[in-house]
């Protein structure tokens, strides 16, 4: 009698499991269970899975109802959710965790994604791409809680790549933003973390094609490459903000321009262990132009209109870096330029183990540093980053290098 109360027991537990399992890991699958997408975000309940099948979906979904969603594409080059430019693909707005994952998102009449006036507790979009869409990629307005974007491509957007405003604290990394008119746009946020992005070829007639920033707490940029983007306005990356800084750690940013004043990278940012390279501006500050924060172990070279322009003065910490070939001088400090960097060490309290050397890269274009640069154990542990841009531990050997490599 006692064993067939426990093998009892043992079948009942087995088939609560198994209903509980179905329950957590539930599909529902277009077109095979639902004919529209929207069909089956409707009707899935909270958790359930919406698996979209390989097709091209004409539809402008929408997220309004109070739970939990996840929306996941079959394959990510071929699972495209299409606007037909009469439509916007993707709106949310959902007090629950939100994932977006493995679609081709396009051709929006406004925004590829939507996300608007919501308190999510965590949003995640996810190997996406989201294209050709006719005004920012990904918008998220006036939103509370976490968001991470990873693994996507956003390209060929009207408007920004992502804009994001009053939002909480976001992740952008492993992703590919490009050939829209500006990459990133952060505005009255709490905090974000950009990294391991290649960011190219964003274009925009007025400021700031990579990143600006405004009236927002502190962001952490790291792991980048950043190159070939273009402003006829001004400046590159633009951190404005009287609440919080930028850090700048291991990125390499090159060849990027910008019609009007300011260079690259402008503003409240502490700058440690990047290469920037071949920067250009019609007015000052082709490589940095700044007042009052920590600039450490950076190569600055061969940028025009200064490798740093100190606005007005060269206050905050200036110290090992290798500051070469800038032009029309390596720094312009107050009123006075300097091409000797022994001089300016010696004129500026601030200012201290600077350099100024061919730093001998690796290939015209590849940017990693030859082990007998001069840049090698030149360096110091002072506010410098665990490892470097490839991932590989500092100290590498007997010092710390300059740059990001």
Partial sequence: MLCEWVLYVIM???VLFLVMTSVCYALIVVPDD??????????????????VKSGVYNEFLTMYISKEYRLVGEDRNTTIIDGNFTGIPLQISTNHNVTVENLIIQNSSADGILATVS???????????????????INLYDIT???IIQNCEI??????????????????????????????????????????NIIEYNITPGLCPVLYTQDTFDINIHNNIIR???????GIISFVSAFGSATFTNNFFYKNSSRGSMGNIVGMSDIINNTIIENTCTLGGGGIVFNGWSIINNIIAFNSNYGIFGDPKCSGEIQNNNIFGNLPAEIHCSTKDYDNIDEFNSDWISAMENISCDTMFITS??????????????????LAPATDLDGDSRPFDAGYDIGAD
Avoid: M, P
């Fill in 12 to 14: 009942i537990t087995v």
């Fill in 34 to 51: 639902s004919s529209t997408v929207q069909a089956a975000l409707n009707n899935a309940l909270s958790g359930e899975t919406v698996y």
């Fill in 119 to 137: 308190d999510f507790k965590r949003l995640n979009i996810c190997n996406c791409e989201i294209t050709n869409n006719n005004n920012h990629g």
């Fill in 145 to 147: 809680g976490y968001y």
């Fill in 155 to 196: 390209t060929h957007n009207i408007s920004k790549g992502i804009y994001s405003l009053e939002w909480s604290f976001g992740e952008i990394r492993d992703s590919y933003i490009a050939y829209n008119d500006g990459a990133i746009v952060l505005d009255n946020y709490n905090g974000a973390e950009i990294y391991n």
């Fill in 228 to 234: 070939y983007n273009h402003s006829d306005g001004a």
């Fill in 365 to 382: 274009g590849d940017y990693h540093i030859t082990e007998t640069s001069c840049v090698v154990d030149k360096g110091t542990s002072y």
